[in-house]
């Protein structure tokens, strides 16, 4: 018997997580009866034609196979699989796969997942949990398993300024901003301030900010002290993150006039002084950073 013939292929998968009810989910395509005989579910993705980006070939192929648009990290891992004896179109073929498997995400308003692709290689798209795969209790190609193993969530540092300003008005208050939709933790109440960019001085990026977010010039005053957070969550892009904000909290001032949101379409909806009573009580729901710098400041 001779030698069969050698088909080699190159492909691109995504694993494309997501957070619904304290577990988490993965994205996957069941494979055809004419791919598998039995019920399997594997990543989607696809091959790549000769010419194309792997990562437009994933973003079309996630589009094929689940009627969403997917957002595809930059790096990838290479997994090859070599099947010396694979049917391939009634035939048996010596077989060899390389596979480039990213990180993936989609919108958390992003619709149930549906096949589009007619007389393609899946015949079903759907969020299974983890805990199922990891059970059994859902079958799944082994690029699913060699993926999860090694797959870690995106880790992200954010250095941010945020500014601790207080009046006298019927009492103590604190110039607060709300988080909005787009941010992560919507409705929650924190210190006007955000993120310094790259070569931007913490203090021009607080001045900046608060009158974004406030619409009042800032003047920036001492450092108080440095707060950070450190947790794992879906960001508003969809993407799930091993988060680490680093905030430096200053004394600052801003000048006279009523508070307003002038950033459209930002991470603030709302401003307003608040009584520094109400943060104490609970009866604003603040962000872990403007208790700590309250408590900063009266040092």
């Known amino acids: 018997?001779?030698?069969?013939?050698?088909r080699q292929r190159v492909a691109a998968y995504a694993v494309i997580l997501r957070e619904r009810g304290g577990a988490v989910e993965i994205l996957l395509s069941r494979l055809a009866p004419r791919v598998?005989?039995?019920?399997l579910w594997t990543l989607p993705g696809g091959g790549v034609d000769h010419g194309e980006d792997p990562r437009d070939a994933l973003i079309r192929e996630v589009q094929e196979e689940t009627g969403l648009d997917a957002t595809v990290g930059d790096r990838a891992r290479v997994y090859s699989?070599?099947?010396?004896?694979s049917p391939r179109d009634g035939q048996l073929v010596d077989a060899h796969a390389i596979r480039l498997?990213?990180?993936?995400?989609v919108p958390p308003d992003s619709p149930a997942p549906r096949v589009v692709e007619v007389d393609g290689s899946t015949i079903e798209a759907a969020w299974k949990t983890l805990a199922e795969v990891a059970s059994g209790a859902v079958p799944v190609s082994s690029v699913v398993t060699e993926a999860l193993v090694d797959h870690q969530p995106f880790r992200l540092q954010r250095v941010a300024a945020y500014a601790v300003v207080t009046r006298r008005r019927e009492g103590e208050q604190v110039l607060l901003t709300r988080l909005s939709g787009s941010a992560a933790h919507p409705g929650r109440w924190t210190l006007p301030g955000g993120g310094v960019d790259h070569g931007e001085h913490p203090s021009v990026a607080l001045a900046?900010?608060?009158?974004?977010?406030?619409?009042?010039?800032?003047?920036?005053?001492?450092?108080?002290g440095v707060h950070d957070t450190h947790f794992a969550g879906t960001a508003p892009s969809g993407r799930i993150e091993d988060y680490h904000g680093v905030h430096l909290l200053y004394r600052a001032?801003?000048?006279?006039?009523?508070?307003?949101?002038?950033?459209v379409d930002g991470t603030t909806d709302a401003v307003a002084w608040v009584p520094t009573a109400d943060v104490a009580s609970g009866q604003v729901d603040v962000l872990d950073?403007?208790?700590?710098?309250l408590g900063a400041d009266r040092d």
């Open 1 to 6: 018997m001779g030698s069969l013939p050698r």
């Open 36 to 39: 598998s005989r039995s019920e």
């Open 81 to 85: 699989a070599h099947m010396p004896r």
């Open 101 to 105: 498997v990213y990180e993936g995400w």
């Open 208 to 224: 900046r900010e608060v009158e974004e977010e406030c619409g009042l010039a800032c003047e920036v005053g001492a450092l108080l």
């Open 253 to 263: 001032s801003v000048a006279d006039g009523e508070p307003r949101v002038v950033e």
């Open 289 to 293: 950073v403007v208790t700590y710098a």
